[in-house]
């Protein structure tokens, strides 16, 4: 089971939609602290992880996050997001669902949904103490890095709520 898939025309395609649609989730925002916001990107880069996989969560959460940083004004963070919001992706994508989209009809029972949970519980730490060092490093500031926990923790709060409620309907489309 070890088959090595190459991006077909489709994939990419689908990875730029989900990109654009990431950046314009991100846009969605109510900003909090210095520097820090709880947006809806990392619900729908949740909901991308567990419905499409690992491959398409991280590519279209790295170019997503990184675009929206470079075009709204956080030029700093660009790099960071594409690196932090990418393995984010990956992260819940291949823990929920694996790298590549499958159907779904070969899954049994609700236990994708404590893949879900798992792999947006992951990717949050992950983010979490990503930014972490992002802020620190942008701002010069422990203290400013530490002071943004509560928005981190928040947009990943919002971002598991939000996903496991639309992921079931979307799992379903996804085999379309």
Same mark, same amino acid.
């Given at each position: ?6 991006? &077909? ?13 990431c950046?314009?989730?991100?846009? @969605?925002?109510?900003?909090?602290? $210095?520097? =820090? ?5 990392? =619900?729908?880069? @949740?909901? $991308? ?16 996050? =990184? @675009? ?5 004004? @956080? ?7 594409? !690196?932090?919001?990418?393995? =984010? ?34 990717a ?27 928005? &981190?923790?928040?947009? &990943?709060?919002?971002?598991? !709520?939000?996903?496991?409620?639309? &992921? ?9």
């Amino acid at each position: 089971m070890n088959e090595k898939r190459k991006f &077909s025309v489709r994939d990419i395609v689908f990875i730029g939609v989900l990109a654009a649609m990431c950046a314009i989730a991100t846009s @969605f925002k109510i900003p909090f602290g $210095v520097g =820090a916001m709880v947006h809806l990107g990392t =619900a729908f880069l @949740f909901t $991308v992880g567990i419905c499409f996989g690992g491959i398409y969560a991280g590519l279209a959460a790295a170019i997503g996050s =990184a @675009f929206y940083d470079l075009i709204m004004g @956080f030029s700093p963070y660009t790099l960071w997001s594409f !690196v932090i919001k990418g393995t =984010a992706g990956l992260i819940v994508g291949t823990v929920a669902k694996g790298l590549w989209p499958t159907p779904v009809l070969n899954e049994v029972g609700n236990g994708w949904v404590w893949r879900a949970v798992l792999g947006c519980v992951l990717a949050a730490a992950w983010t979490l103490s990503g930014y972490i060092v992002a802020w620190w490093q942008v701002t010069g500031s422990l203290a400013t890095a530490f002071a943004n926990m509560p928005s &981190s923790l928040m947009t &990943s709060g919002v971002g598991l !709520v939000v996903a496991m409620i639309l &992921s079931p309907k979307l799992r379903k489309s996804v085999n379309r």
